[in-house]
């Protein structure tokens, strides 16, 4: 009987991390099978958890399946299709952790990408020991179109 209540512990386990791993990853929305996951994996928590005498991991249990059950329950009165997941709700102010994040590149002009110049540039130039001065202000915004310095590269 001891098996029992283990595997229902691991069972429970593996259906909220199942859950929690499909909503972050994007492969489900937040929506009826997540929380009918939730409420079995909290059930399997709380059974678990009271043959183990945890009782702080019981009442967080309770709790969480307590929130998957009204969440079910406002999910089946707003009256969709059984088998359909609700949309997700992007909230004002909170980002959607599920989307994409854009990867911004620098711009690079010219038919070999900016580290080859860059060290090309570098190279050319005999070592210094003196301090790097800081240009005025002028001489960074010149255009393009002018004639690079020794050991300046035009991005």
């Not at 009256?79 to 994409?100: E, R, Y």
Request: net charge neutral; with cysteine.
């Amino acid at each position: 009987m001891e098996l029992l209540w283990e595997i229902a512990g691991w069972a429970g386990a593996v259906a909220i991390l199942s859950a929690y791993l499909t909503v972050s990853m994007g492969w489900l929305k937040a929506g009826k099978a997540f929380q009918t996951a939730n409420l079995v994996g909290a059930s399997a928590f709380i059974i678990n958890g009271a043959f183990h005498g945890a009782w702080p991991s019981v009442a967080t249990n309770v709790a969480w399946c307590l929130i998957s059950a009204v969440a079910l329950l406002r999910m089946r009165g707003a009256g969709g299709p059984a088998g359909s997941d609700a949309p997700a709700v992007q909230l004002p102010g909170v980002p959607d952790t599920t989307g994409q994040l854009a990867v911004i590149e620098p711009r690079v002009t010219g038919p070999r990408a900016i580290e080859a110049r860059a060290v090309e540039a570098y190279a050319a130039e005999p070592y210094s020991t003196q301090p790097y001065a800081a240009e005025p202000y002028a001489a960074c915004t010149a255009s393009a179109a002018a004639p690079a310095r020794q050991g300046a590269v035009a991005i």
